[in-house]
């Protein structure tokens, strides 16, 4: 589930936002094994209320959460991965399922940041995989009880899911089995559903929206995307719209980032400021 689909409250919400942003480069280092410690830690936390409560106690010290952690998962995971769980514990966190929750963001935001050392790309092949499979599952009644019956192995599961999806990569096969072994109370393909939503969010950093009063010529598109590659440092995809409305100049945004030069922009600033 991406940041702005957190089911916890605005203060478990702000702390997820707070913990991806002070994570970025951690994550984008990690390799799949990280998003692997991470679920692993997770079902730690779903199958003991004890240590969540510890792990969430806001009168315990941050620094004696992270100990806490320290001590259960140092030696048995990378470093990178105690470093994320003892980043996770010292957030504050409205209930203790938020805790859970977030880390299973911060292990799909890993696998993510795997898929998109190959750029957009990736992502998108990512992201394809997962909505394929769940396609496949919602397609047959008999995979559907075959994926949720409680008493069948783990292990025929990812079976099952392997057999269905032959193609998906690495981090596709790692969130496709994790979604089919420990969904979390939710039916897989609803599990898939989160995950893919949330690496279509990460995919916006790559896709740079141009808003513009009127086409734009070729030989200026192509002189604009080398100027938001050097600008952004990455190569983006450019999605143009024409909305006359803007009046003129050009307005871009990638991910959260607004660029802005559009008279409609100055003209409303303007405003604002007359206003005050």
Not at 113 to 129: V, Y
Request: glycine residues 6%; aromatic residues 4%.
């Amino acid at each position: 589930m991406a940041a702005d689909q957190f089911s916890g409250s605005r203060q478990s919400s702000e702390s997820l936002a707070a913990l991806r942003s002070e994570l970025a480069e951690t994550i984008t280092a990690a390799d799949l094994a990280v998003a692997d410690e991470l679920f692993t830690a997770l079902d730690a936390l779903d199958g003991s209320a004890a240590l969540r409560r510890t792990l969430t106690d806001p009168a315990r010290e941050p620094e004696a959460r992270a100990g806490v952690v320290q001590s259960l998962f140092s030696g048995k995971a990378q470093p990178a991965t105690v470093s994320i769980l003892q980043a996770a514990v010292s957030q504050r966190w409205s209930a203790e399922r938020d805790l859970g929750d977030a880390v299973e963001v911060l292990a799909v935001d890993v696998a993510a940041a795997k898929a998109e050392r190959g750029g957009l790309q990736g992502l998108e092949e990512l992201e394809g995989a997962l909505l394929n499979f769940r396609r496949v599952i919602e397609d047959s009644h008999e995979v559907q009880q075959a994926l949720t019956d409680r008493q069948a192995p783990a292990a025929s599961k990812q079976k099952l899911a392997a057999r269905l999806s032959p193609q998906a990569t690495a981090e596709a096969r790692l969130l496709i089995d994790r979604a089919v072994t420990a969904p979390r109370g939710l039916r897989p393909s609803a599990l898939i559903e989160k995950f893919a939503e949330q690496i279509a969010a990460r995919q916006q950093r790559w896709i740079a929206q141009v808003t513009v009063a009127k086409d734009l010529s070729s030989s200026y598109l192509e002189k604009l995307s080398a100027s938001l590659d050097k600008y952004f440092g990455r190569e983006l995809k450019l999605d143009v719209v024409v909305d006359p409305t803007v009046v003129g100049g050009i307005r871009v945004q990638v991910g959260d980032e607004v660029v802005d030069s559009t008279v409609a922009s100055r003209i409303n600033s303007l405003n604002r400021s007359i206003g005050r």
